[in-house]
């Protein structure tokens, strides 16, 4: 998790765009391609009949990746949004969207 | 998850307890008691020979209320202890311990 | 995974119950108890307010014995109901079964 | 998941390849190609500074939709590989490796 925003939940004071991944927009950028060449990956498992356990594999691989981006980008969300409102006054809006989105991503 | 949460997010800073959830305590113990009662169910299904597929729809029932629990925990612990970091000043710790605290929900 | 269903995928001939694990039942029934106390343990934990990070952490324990469960669950069905439906003739009811229950144990 | 594996289930001595899905391979392909397109839409979303919230949505919504084409390739597996060395003879290697399989889904 840390490549993607170690240098930001110690130095959030910085980040140049609204939503606080824009710092390390170029990593994040990185993983999503890598994922996307993990998908395109099964579609040639899937079309040269690879055996269809070594397929699961491959996607909970491509799920864990996913995972990891999404961790990446709430720790983000709360190192900057829940912070920033918590100082501005009143974060309970932003808590509650960050939960959420917590209880999407753990049932989905 | 309002349940547990609720009065606390819009409230938070009347917790009694060091942890925020003191509050919902009784509402917190409540919900794994009857989890508990669930576990207790699926030993009488396995004693009983139960045909396993419903064993496994009560595992999953399980399952979904433990995951209701630990969103509560966690939008109770963004509302209080992140929150209150980032007013007293470096959230980062509380911000970090929080996405672990996710990551290993989500792949546990 | 072994312990509950071991001796079962490899003497699968000799299941006494109608539902395959009546054979490795104590096994079942004693992982069923140890979660039962790990439920417990949060009652307590909830109860002398722990640090909500650590009762996220026990949570997770939970869930993740619970997967045990549903996975050896999973397998001994496999290893007896699908296999018994195939060499009876059509087993396509208790492989539809069998892949709604996988459905729900992962989305749950 | 019916899509993926629906004629195959009632009909599983007509599969023309050796893993299974060949003969749905043209809808489990189009499931793939739309899921590499949310991943390419997830580089756009933060390309363009999208508010995190709404990625994670995108991400659950990945998430959700591999873990369909993985539930459809399971049964599948199920459908014609275990259910093929049940009246072959042994399946318990063939149910071992569904069983891990599924434990590796659930838990990534």
């Known amino acids: ?13 910085e980040h140049p765009g609204p939503h606080g991944y824009s710092g390390d927009k170029a990593a994040l950028l990185g993983r999503l391609r890598r994922i996307e060449g993990q998908i395109r990956g099964l579609q040639r498992m899937v079309d040269e009949d690879t055996y269809c356990i070594d397929v699961l594999t491959q996607i909970s691989a491509a799920k864990s990746a996913l995972h990891a981006v999404a961790v990446g980008l709430l720790e983000d969300h709360l190192a900057h949004c829940v912070v920033d409102a918590a100082r501005a006054g009143d974060p309970s809006a932003k808590v509650k969207e960050a ?4 209880a999407r991503l753990v049932r989905s």
Chains 1, 2, 3, 4 share one sequence.
């Open 1 to 13: 998790m840390g490549g993607i925003v170690g240098g930001m939940t110690t130095d959030h004071e």
């Open 99 to 102: 939960s959420d989105a917590i």
